[in-house]
């Protein structure tokens, strides 16, 4: 848990500085409760996944989601 720490919280910190530059005025509150939903996110579903599937199932279903996500932003984030 302290290495978790370690390596989160920096990058939480990194995470909010770039979203307060980037995200317009009046939608800052709605940009910092997706970004803190999808975290938490983030944080459960290796437990969720831990506590239904094996060990090797869990990396195959976390490495497939981690790479659909890494998929799906850019279509979901380009401007229109």
């Known amino acids: 848990m302290i290495a978790l720490g370690l ?3 920096p990058l939480n910190t990194i995470r909010s500085h770039a979203a307060e530059a980037e995200a ?13 939903a999808a975290n938490n996110i983030g944080f459960a579903l290796p437990g969720v996944l831990l506590a239904i599937l094996p060990l090797g199932a869990t990396l195959i279903v976390g490495g497939a989601s981690g790479f659909v996500a890494l ?5 979901l984030l380009r401007r229109r």
Do not use: D, Q
């Open 7 to 9: 390596g989160a919280a």
């Open 24 to 36: 317009p005025p009046l939608r800052k509150a709605e940009v910092f409760s997706v970004l803190f």
């Open 71 to 75: 998929v799906a932003a850019p279509l």
